[in-house]
């Protein structure tokens, strides 16, 4: 698997993104839970992220502001980890939120990560986001995130590639 696979189960209101990095486990997860790790991959292509807060536990907080370069942030995130598990599973529960990290969303999204080694040096990560409704799948789908995540994984696994 080279790129972005993308399930779509709208059943579920789940969409879920798959994709085999060229990195061991323990370099994918440090680039998924250290500020530096984020700012340097997470968002679009042509975005860049900025880190407030990234408290890796349970009840933790993940706060961040992206937007394109040379910006101020746009657009901001609030998320609270529910399950943490070192080098296997990130969950947590994302939100809109402003500046200050207080949470403006009352339709927030259950996202799973997991990080799965194979092969000497490779890592599949599995990421699983589910909707509270229909209709924020379907916004968030007209809004591009298929694209937004594909873009994001490429950055990934660049900045992966260069590490190497």
């Known amino acids: 698997m080279s790129g972005l696979l993308v399930h779509k189960d709208l059943d579920r209101r789940e969409l ?22 984020l700012e ?11 880190v407030r807060a990234l408290e890796v536990h ?21 998320s ?5 598990v070192p080098h296997a599973l990130l969950s947590y529960v ?15 999204n259950a996202v799973t990560v997991e990080f799965i080694g194979f092969d000497e040096g490779r890592t599949r990560l599995v990421m699983r986001t589910r909707f509270a409704s229909d209709e924020r799948l ?3 789908i007209r809004m591009g995130v298929v694209t937004g995540w594909t873009g994001a994984f490429d950055r990934l696994a660049e900045r992966l590639e260069e590490q190497a």
Not at 80 to 84: L, P, R, T
Not at 97 to 107: I, K, M, R
């Open 80 to 84: 609270v980890y529910s399950e943490v």
């Open 40 to 50: 340097a991959w997470w968002g679009p292509a042509g975005w860049v992220t900025t």
């Open 138 to 140: 379907a916004r968030v």
């Open 58 to 78: 349970p009840g933790g907080l993940w706060h961040f502001g992206m937007g394109p370069a040379a910006r101020m942030p746009e657009v901001w995130i609030r």
């Open 16 to 37: 879920t993104f798959e994709r085999e990095l060229p990195a061991t486990v323990e370099r994918v997860w440090r680039s998924w839970t250290t500020v530096a790790g």
């Open 94 to 108: 994302e939100a809109f939120s402003d500046e200050s990290g207080a949470d403006l969303d009352p339709e927030a």
